[in-house]
């Protein structure tokens, strides 16, 4: 059974940094790339940003790139979304995915490229 976990959300204030994590069980963690999404209330998920297997390939909203850096550490099981000059419109819950494949699809900001969820971790940015 896949089980992602995230973690790491807060209430932080405008310019300020968080740092999310996401833990992952019960498949090989270093085979599939990894996605980093986003809801915010009334708003449909949306992507933020996306890692290869090995994460040498990375992929970024536009309204996050420069501000945010995934990553990941396959020996720890875990992707990692680093968030800097956080804004108020960055205020959502934040979920991770487990990726189909081990390379970013075509498609790597769609939610159907991805088959497995975490719960989400909230995320609130005050002005």
């Known amino acids: 059974q896949v089980q992602l976990v995230e973690s790491g959300g807060g209430l932080v204030q405008a310019g300020g940094s968080l740092r999310l994590a996401c833990a992952a069980s019960?498949?090989?963690?270093?085979?599939?790339?990894m996605g980093w999404f986003r809801q915010a209330p009334e708003k449909e998920r949306e992507f933020v940003a996306a890692?290869?297997?090995?994460?040498?390939?990375?992929y970024y909203a536009d309204s996050v790139k420069g501000r945010f850096t995934i990553s990941r550490d396959n020996a720890k099981n875990t992707v990692y979304l680093q968030m800097n000059s956080l804004k108020p419109e960055d205020t959502a819950v934040y979920y991770c995915?487990?990726?189909?494949?081990?390379?970013?699809?075509?498609?790597?900001?769609?939610?159907?490229?991805?088959?497995?969820w975490g719960q989400g971790t909230q995320v609130t940015v005050s002005s």
């Open positions: 019960g498949r090989t963690f270093s085979s599939y790339a």
């Open positions: 890692a290869s297997w090995s994460g040498a390939n990375t």
């Open positions: 995915a487990s990726g189909r494949t081990f390379s970013v699809g075509r498609y790597y900001y769609q939610t159907s490229e991805y088959d497995y």
